[in-house]
């Protein structure tokens, strides 16, 4: 779409820059764009991958999440699955509530760990602070798990990560189970870790 071309141009007369921010996927795909479809995806990616390519940069694309999307990273994305085929990670921004200026921001790195960090919002410069930067990594819920104790149950591992929504841990704490690294016994509603 033309929206592609006026970034091709801006980049033309920018030179090389190391980082492209684009600001949405959608409203640079242009009218009609169907974001569903794999064949209009595939057209949105040949485009940033053409800027990888002949600019040498690192493209950073605004793209709002699926409405009631659960899981982690390609599966919170709105649209086509082939965009988190494509991309090297996601970024999720989210606010606890409308009401607070506190929020998470969560990092899912292919073939790596994902990273939560706890942010706040400052609504006169719109800047991000950290606030109590927790990593919730496999490694960081087998450590707490062995600090505290090595049987502990999942509202001790929820209280070892502030600010952190429990069930964000407790999908980290079964992805940990599934990869090996925390043994869970007992029976539902009485496990241990």
């Known amino acids: 779409g033309r929206g592609w071309d006026v970034v091709r141009r801006t980049l033309d007369e920018l030179g090389r820059p190391a980082l492209v921010a684009l600001d949405t996927l959608a409203s640079l795909s242009g009218s009609g764009f169907d974001e569903n479809s794999g064949q209009a995806m595939s057209a949105a990616l040949a485009a940033m991958r053409g800027i990888v390519t002949d600019y040498g940069a690192t493209v950073l694309v605004a793209h709002h ?6 899981g982690t990273g390609g599966a919170t994305l709105r649209g086509h699955s082939s965009l ?30 994902r990273v939560v960090l706890g ?13 109590g930067t927790v990593l919730l990594t496999l490694g960081a819920i087998a450590e707490t798990v062995a600090d505290l104790g090595g049987s502990a149950d999942g ?7 502030p600010g952190r929504p429990e069930r964000t841990v407790y999908q980290r704490l079964s992805e ?5 690294s925390v043994e869970r016994t007992g029976k539902r509603g009485a496990y241990r870790y």
Do not use: C, N, Y
């Open 65 to 70: 999440p699926a409405k009631h999307a659960e």
């Open 84 to 113: 988190f085929g494509e991309v090297d990670g996601v970024w999720s921004m989210r606010r606890h509530s409308r009401d607070t200026t506190t929020g998470t921001l969560t990092a899912d790195v292919k073939d790596g760990d």
């Open 119 to 131: 942010f706040e919002w400052d609504v006169e410069t719109f800047r991000l602070r950290p606030s």
């Open 155 to 161: 509202d001790q591992i929820v209280a070892a990560f």
């Open 176 to 180: 940990a189970i599934e990869a090996g």
